[in-house]
C-alpha cells in the first residue's frame, strides 16, 4: 500500500514538471512589453507602440466610441485620433494591479497619464495578456 502511495505522489510531481509557471517573471515581462509600448508611444510610433497588441483580426479594443476588432483597425483608429507628436505627447502606465487567469493568460488594471500639447488625458484600463508563440500580447484592451 505504501508503495503504491509512494508511486502515485511520484507520478503527480513529474506530471506536473511541465506545468511550472513562474508568475513573477511573467508579470515582469509583461510590465516591460507595456513599457516599452509606452516608450514608443512617447517617441511618435505608433506602430511601434502596437507592437505589444495581438496582430490579429480577432484583437478587440473597448473604448467609450465601443469595440474596434482587429490589429489594423485600432492602429487606424490611433492614426486618426493621435496624427502628429503634439497629439501623442508622452505616455506613461501605473499597474494597479494583475491577475493570473490561466497558463499564459494574465489581466492587468492601471491606469494611463498622457501629456500632450493639445491638453492631458489620463484614465483607466484592463488589459488581458496572453502568451502566443513566446510573446506576451494584448488580445483585449478596455479603456476609458
Known amino acids: 500500500m505504501k508503495n503504491n502511495i509512494l508511486i502515485l ?13 513562474n508568475k513573477e517573471k511573467d508579470i515582469e515581462d509583461i510590465k516591460n512589453a507595456l513599457n516599452k509600448s509606452a516608450e514608443d508611444w512617447s517617441n511618435g510610433d505608433l506602430e ?12 478587440q479594443f473597448i473604448g467609450k466610441n465601443g469595440i ?8 487606424n483608429a490611433y492614426k486618426k485620433k493621435y496624427p502628429t507628436t ?4 508622452s505616455l506613461t502606465f501605473k ?5 493570473f487567469l490561466s497558463k499564459n493568460l494574465y489581466s492587468l488594471t492601471g491606469e494611463y ?14 488589459l488581458i495578456f496572453k502568451k502566443i508563440e513566446g510573446k506576451w500580447v494584448i488580445v483585449s484592451d478596455h479603456t476609458q
Open 9 to 21: 505522489f511520484i507520478g503527480l510531481m513529474l506530471a506536473n514538471c511541465g506545468e511550472v509557471i
Open 48 to 59: 511601434g507602440y502596437m507592437n505589444v497588441y495581438w496582430k490579429s483580426d480577432k484583437l
Open 68 to 75: 474596434t476588432y482587429g490589429w489594423e483597425n485600432t492602429l
Open 86 to 89: 503634439y497629439h501623442t505627447g
Open 95 to 99: 499597474v494597479l494591479s494583475t491577475d
Open 113 to 126: 497619464y498622457l501629456k500632450r500639447g493639445s491638453g492631458d488625458l489620463n484614465g483607466i484600463f484592463t
